[in-house]
């Protein structure tokens, strides 16, 4: 990740700074979005991939028909950082130009 330089946050602080429905825990912030169909799932990751390029910080990501699901944690600093909220905030923002709302992680 180069020079970047990540401001680590509890997880009460990401979980605070966290767009609506995505989860804390275990260190992590992830989300699950019910796409409808595997090809809708994978425009959406793509949407995904090529917004986690332009900042380099990258989600796990989980496609399966009809849902996929993102874990974010910033690896560099073994923990949840000001990147990890932002790219959450950014794949909220896409997920919701496609009227995609996210969903308890645990049924995606």
Request: aromatic share 6%; net charge negative.
């Amino acid at each position: 990740m180069g020079d970047q330089h990540y401001t680590t946050l509890t997880e009460a602080q990401a979980a605070a700074q966290a767009p609506e429905g995505w989860f804390v825990g275990d260190g992590e912030l992830s989300a699950g979005y019910r796409t409808g169909s595997m090809i809708k799932g994978l425009d959406f990751v793509n949407r995904v991939v090529i917004a986690a390029e332009a900042v380099n910080h990258h989600p796990d990501v989980e496609l399966s028909y009809g849902v996929v699901g993102f874990t974010l944690s910033t690896h560099a600093t073994g923990g949840l950082t000001t990147a990890d909220v932002g790219l959450a905030q950014t794949i909220a923002e896409i997920a919701a130009a496609r009227g995609l709302t996210p969903e308890p992680r645990n049924t995606a």
